[in-house]
């Protein structure tokens, strides 16, 4: 069973406005970790923002920040003031705090910013 | 912060040769080292885990004997793609968990590797 979903394969924004990625996961694990990354067309995995199960606020890292609704099972990212340069692949990924541990990750969203 | 060189970032092969891609933590250890793989425009798979010490974890689907893992050191792991056909070219990244409280709470990826096969 998919862990991972991000439904919009592709998104458009108009430059400095705010854009939501969708993404929904499904774990039985009461403790768990939830990541989304940047990947630019080099390809390099881009650290964006971190959201743990038992936060009870959502995270926020200068414009980017985590919708967390964990009775939803959803955890968007928000990007405020999209600039050009966010225009990239979104993935959105999951740790579970059991078993090995790797991130499982989603599809994938690719943004374009338009000018 | 936490580094994971990979190296190569990109080869083109003959088919049938055998290519390695290595990934060292530079100033950490990586007792584990996550396997990626990636098909354009798609998700990062999770191929096998590397462990120092220890054989590799591979995830079901993945052939243990065309991809090669070995985590020689708790600074080195590679990848060894053998026999390689154009149906492995790909974009291959390492990721290994890196210092708890770090800044990226805890994952350090490689730059990737892309593998063309001819």
């Known amino acids: 069973a998919q862990k991972i979903t991000q439904t919009q394969p592709g998104m458009f924004v108009q430059e400095k406005e705010a854009v939501t990625l969708d993404c929904t996961y499904d774990t039985s694990d009461p403790s768990y970790g939830l990541f989304w990354y940047k990947q630019p067309s080099s390809g390099e995995m881009i650290f964006l923002i971190y959201q743990g199960s038992y936060d009870q606020q959502n995270a926020t890292e200068g414009r980017y920040s985590l919708n967390f609704q964990k009775a939803r099972k959803s955890a968007n990212l928000v990007i405020s003031a999209s600039q050009l340069g966010d225009s990239a692949m979104y993935f959105c990924a999951m740790r579970e705090d059991t078993g090995r541990r790797a991130l499982t990750f989603g599809s994938g969203t690719r943004l374009q910013v338009q000018p | 912060g936490a580094v994971v060189s990979q190296h190569p970032s990109r080869v083109i092969c003959k088919s049938g040769t055998s290519v390695k891609i290595e990934c060292r933590s530079l100033?950490?250890?990586?007792?584990?080292m996550f396997w990626y793989r990636q098909f354009p425009k798609k998700s990062l798979m999770l191929m096998a885990t590397s462990n120092e010490g220890s054989k590799a974890t591979y995830e079901q689907g993945v052939e243990k004997d065309k991809f090669l893992i070995n985590h020689a050191s708790l600074t080195l792991s590679t990848l060894t793609v053998t026999s390689a056909h154009p149906e492995d070219s790909s974009f291959y990244i390492c990721?290994?968990?890196?210092?708890?409280?770090?800044?990226?709470?805890?994952?350090?990826f490689g730059s990737g590797t892309r593998l063309t096969v001819v």
């Open positions: 100033d950490f250890q990586a007792t584990t």
């Open positions: 990721s290994a968990p890196g210092m708890t409280g770090a800044a990226n709470y805890g994952y350090t």
